[in-house]
């Protein structure tokens, strides 16, 4: 009973949520209302205090409809129900108010309970209908009222206290399952969301996992290339575990170590690295086939440091297995304090590595398999092309070939060199024997060439002769091999014609014998340099010899061979020549015994990184040049010298002339007077004339036979000359007071003794002559120093001196520099011509009234 009771009063459950929300709220304000319109209708017949029966009728008929609401909410007609049940308290309410008060009537306040009941359970556009018709009927309970065709009748207030009462009691009743619809919709909502939540992560896991599972298994089924299909597996892993820290190491061909073929985050750097047996996780997971998990990696004893370090917390590894042999290891960690591994996690990993397992088996056998594939494709393209490549050998080599059966000679194939060799046809030459095409003499000679083939399984150098209808013989080198075509042993024959080869080596040899006797003949060394200046190559010459042999330079650089500015001078014209293409010649100078050489070398390219430098010696042309320098020289200072001596010597000589012609007018005057006295001194002045021309031309032609008329040459102890050159002037040196100091040990010299002493005896002469009024005069020979090899000597004396102006112009020809001094002014000049002649120079070193030191080089011994 209780049962049936309790099932009556609670609400119907449907497959739809929204309906049984709606039956559900629909039950309890059915039940609400009946049991308040029971209360208030018992209330009216207890206390009876109204004469109509009206409101009374209105309330059992409102009973019964909600009565037959609840049956049609069991019958399933929720939403039937919910719209019968509005119309009719919409319609009982407005039919109440009508009969009774007309606006004022507390049955128009019930039309806010129908206005919420259809906005809870028809939705907002249904209650605003409601509610718009109730507007309808107020305002016109109104006017009906304000026109007096509705007569007003005012209830007793306990009445309309009542009435109200039950009204708010019904309103706050749909109020309170307003109110705890909505609670339970938000309270479902927010249970379903949490739900959906969930069911959403668990899908997008699942979907993530399925998309891992479906990419490995396209990997498959496509047969991906192993390394990118490793980097999708880890890529999926890591996505699945949420992580970004994993590896993939896989076993090595020969079962060794582990090699890590990819890693993810700080990982990847050890891309590469191997791991042994129950090293680390990968190869504790490698030895015991089995997943491993580890929460505390830092206090795992197998842990290795260096991952400790970097601070890895928790890590998986499972096994990559194909049947019981594991192939490798997948190894995924967090970092993260706290993240630890599940076992949905543990157990979707080892169905991912099953997975993957026969994904990278796959992918090997597939990378073998195209590894073997193309292995066999590069054999069968070279094995095609090495028959094609054979092919246009064979037809196009000027080599003559010839295929020929071995038992019996037949001709198989031949190419065109050998056809056009041997002058045969090949359309009636294939497939006829050699005996039958007459290329034997003898039958037995095929037979023993046959069977020496046979031991030898080739045979090389054969010299072969061809014989020509109307040309000479053609003469050929054959090479023989045994080959097998078909199951039959065939020779494979290369005929080499030699006949032009043997015509080009008589002419390469003549050629090489002219070429060797013009080389032979070529002064010059020739030298192959490269463009960096490493001597490549030499050609010796029939003149010359290099300064070191050949293998010590060959290979060697320039730099290390020459002197740096010759060999920076080499490598400039080796830069321009091989820049321009043209010849580049320059000359340089080499002493290699204490004996300057000059050479002249002339680069030209011959390739782009190598020339030839020629090499010459042109000393002798050097020292004709400068020996034609020097006598131009020469020539020109004795032109000049000449030009000075003409005008000097016509100068000179006409005074005495003058002085003559003079005194002859004056003697016709002196023999017309009879003035004898005159006479005798006019004659005595012409005769003065004539001794002082007489030895201006004498000492003249002492100058010119200087260097044209010269005794031999011998070396000679200067002290000696000096010595012999006082002796000479004794008289005035004696005369004159005059102190001699002759430096001892004095150097050899070499020359000609005669005119050496004239040089000495006229500055001797003149060191005296030109002494002044020196109380205590005195005259230095010696040594003063060397320039170079060449021993310098003076004549110093402590006489009047010579203004620096004139040190130049005392050594000219008749250049005195005091009238009236006794000579001709030819002394220095002579000196100077003597000095000059011996290869030396003479200069002076003086100032007036501090003496005079006359300086001179001579030849300390025969020149080179």
């Known amino acids: 009973m209780l049962n049936r009771i309790r099932r009556l009063f609670t609400p119907p459950s449907f497959a739809d949520e929204e309906k049984t929300r709606s039956a559900s709220i629909l039950n309890s304000f059915v039940w609400s209302a009946i ?35 609840q049956v049609m909410i069991r019958q399933g007609h929720v939403r039937g129900a919910s719209m019968f049940l509005i119309a009719a308290l919409w319609t009982a309410m407005t039919y109440q108010a009508w009969e009774a008060d007309g606006i004022r009537d507390a049955a128009l306040i019930a039309h806010i309970v129908v206005i919420i009941f259809s906005s809870l359970l028809l939705g907002w556009r249904f209650a605003t209908a409601i509610g718009g018709l109730s507007l309808v009927v107020i305002w016109f309970f109104a006017i009906m009222e304000k026109q007096g065709l509705h007569a007003l009748h005012m209830d007793d207030p306990i009445n309309y206290a009542r009435d109200l009462s039950a009204i708010v009691i019904l309103i706050g009743t749909l109020i309170y399952l307003l109110i705890s619809s909505w609670s339970g919709i938000l309270r479902s909502a927010r249970l379903e969301l949490q739900e959906r939540l969930r069911a959403e992560e668990k899908l997008h896991q699942q979907t993530d996992t399925l998309a891992a599972m479906n990419e490995v298994a396209l990997g498959l089924l496509n ?14 892993a890591c996505r699945l575990i949420h992580t970004e820290l994993g590896v993939i190491e896989l076993v090595l061909p020969d079962g060794s170590a582990l090699r890590q073929e990819v890693g993810h985050g700080f990982l990847s ?25 580890i929460q505390d990696y830092g206090a795992w004893e197998n842990g290795l440091q260096e991952f400790i370090e970097t601070n890895v917390r928790s890590v998986m590894g499972v096994p990559l297995k194909v049947g019981n042999t594991v192939i490798g290891v997948l190894v995924i960690s967090h970092t993260e304090t706290g993240r630890e591994f599940t076992q949905e996690q543990v157990s979707l990993m080892e169905r991912f590595a099953a997975l993957a397992s026969l994904a990278i088996d796959n992918a090997r056998l597939h990378e073998l398999a195209q590894k073997e594939l193309q292995e066999r494709r590069n054999t069968e393209a ?80 054969i010299h072969v002769e061809f014989k020509q209808k109307n040309q000479p013989n053609k003469t050929s080198i054959a090479f023989y091999e045994l080959l097998q075509i078909d199951g039959e042993l065939c020779i494979l024959s290369m005929f080499y014609d030699v006949s032009e080869q043997r015509q080009a080596e008589r002419a390469l040899k003549e050629n090489e014998e002219r070429i060797r006797v013009i080389l032979q003949s070529i002064p010059d060394m020739i030298f192959e340099i490269s463009s960096e ?52 010649a320059f000359e340089y100078e080499l002493s290699p015994m204490e004996k300057i050489q000059y050479f002249e070398a002339r680069i030209s390219a011959i390739t782009l990184n190598s020339a030839v430098m020629m090499v010459r010696d042109i000393s002798q042309r050097k020292w004709v040049q400068t020996e034609r320098e020097m006598l131009i020289n020469e020539l020109e200072g004795k032109n000049s010298e000449l030009e000075r001596f003409t005008y000097t010597v016509s100068h000179d000589l006409k005074s005495p002339l003058i002085t003559i012609k003079g005194f002859l007018g004056f ?3 002196d023999a017309a007077s009879g003035n004898l006295a005159r006479l005798k001194a006019d004659i005595q002045r012409i005769a003065n004339a004539t001794d002082k021309m007489q030895l201006l031309l004498n000492e003249l032609l002492e100058l010119s036979r200087i260097g044209r008329l010269v005794n031999p040459y011998q070396t000679i102890r200067f002290e000696e000359l000096a010595h012999e050159a006082v002796e000479l002037v004794h008289g005035q040196i004696q005369s004159r007071g005059v102190q001699v100091s002759i430096q001892e040990d004095l150097p050899t010299v070499y020359g000609d003794r005669r005119r050496l002493i004239e040089v000495l005896q006229n500055l001797i002469d003149n ?30 004396d402590n006489g009047m001196g010579i203004d620096p102006v004139h040190h130049d ?29 011996h290869k030396g120079r003479i200069w002076v070193e003086s100032e007036p009234a501090k003496g005079a030191a006359f300086l001179f080089t001579l030849q300390a011994e025969p020149a080179a």
């Open 809 to 837: 112009r005392i050594f000219g020809l008749f250049n005195k520099l005091d009238a009236s001094s006794d000579g001709t002014g030819i002394g220095l000049a002579l000196v100077k011509r003597i000095v000059e002649v």
């Open 767 to 796: 060191a005296c002559k030109f002494m002044g009024d020196q109380a205590a005069p005195r005259i230095e020979i010696g040594l003063s120093g060397y320039d170079g090899n060449k021993p310098i000597f003076h004549v110093r």
């Open 533 to 584: 200046g490493i001597f490549l190559d030499f050609m010796a010459s029939a003149e010359l010899t290099p300064l070191v042999p050949p293998e010590q330079f060959i290979g060697k650089n320039i730099k290390d061979i020459f002197p740096p500015a010759i060999a920076e001078q080499t490598m400039f014209a080796l830069e321009r020549a091989l820049a321009t293409g043209q010849v580049h």
């Open 269 to 293: 750097r050890y891309n590469g690295q191997l791991t042994l047996k129950d090293e680390g996780m990968a190869g504790t997971v490698w030895t015991n086939g089995q997943t491993l998990v």
């Open 35 to 69: 049991g308040i319109l029971l209360i208030l209708i018992i209330f009216r017949i207890v206390f009876w205090v109204e004469n109509e029966y009206v409101p009374l009728l209105v309330l059992f008929a409102i009973v019964i409809a909600l009565a037959t609401g």
């Open 223 to 236: 047969r991906l290339e192993l390394h990118p299909l490793l980097e999708t597996i880890l890529t999926h």
């Open 382 to 461: 070279a094995l095609r092309t090495s028959e094609e490549r054979f092919r246009k050998v064979f037809d196009n080599s000027y080599i003559a070939i010839a295929i020929v059966t071995l038992q019996d000679g037949t001709f198989l194939e031949a190419n065109p060199a050998f056809w056009k060799l041997s002058g045969l046809d090949p359309q009636t030459a294939l497939g006829h024997t050699s005996l039958e095409l007459n290329m034997w003499d003898d039958p037995q000679r095929r037979n023993a060439f046959v069977q020496d083939l046979l031991k030898n399984r080739s045979l090389q150098k």
């Open 667 to 669: 003697l016709e005057q």
